[in-house]
C-alpha cells in the first residue's frame, strides 16, 4: 500500500470505534469475531433475505474469495456528522480476520449526496451483490 489507510472514526449502535473508509469496496463488510468481542445485539441475517441466489460469491480485491456467513443492520453515525444523523447500514460478516469494520460505497456514495435514510443501504446492498 502507499500512503496511509483512509481510517474514520465512527459509531456502530453503542460502540465507538475506527473504520477503514474504503472507496474501493462495494458492500461495508464487519468480522463475526468483532460482533463477538463487542457484544452486538442487533439480529445476524440470512443472505438469503438480500438475494434470490443462495450460491452468492464475492472476492477482494486480489481476487481472493471472500466467504461471509450472513448479513447484519447497524446504526451508523460518523463523528463529522450531525450528532442526530444515524444511517442504518447492512454490513456483510466474514469469518476472515479483518481488524476493522470496513465502510463501503453503499455508504459513502449515499453520504456524499446528503442521503440519511434508513432503508435506502439495504435495497442499494441488493441491486450491487445481483451485480455479481
Known sequence: MIGR???VEITLGDVKTTALYDTGAQTSLISS???RENKLSEEVRETEELLEAKDLELKAANGT???FTGWILLPLRMEDWNKDA???VPFLITEDEISKPIIGT???DDRRVG????GLCTKRLKLILRIF
Not at 442521503?115 to 434508513?118: M, Q
Request: no cysteine; aromatic share 10%.
Open 5 to 7: 489507510q483512509s481510517d
Open 33 to 35: 469475531r468483532w460482533i
Open 65 to 67: 474469495k471472500l466467504p
Open 86 to 88: 444515524i444511517m442504518n
Open 106 to 108: 453503499n455508504v459513502i
Open 115 to 118: 442521503v440519511i435514510w434508513h
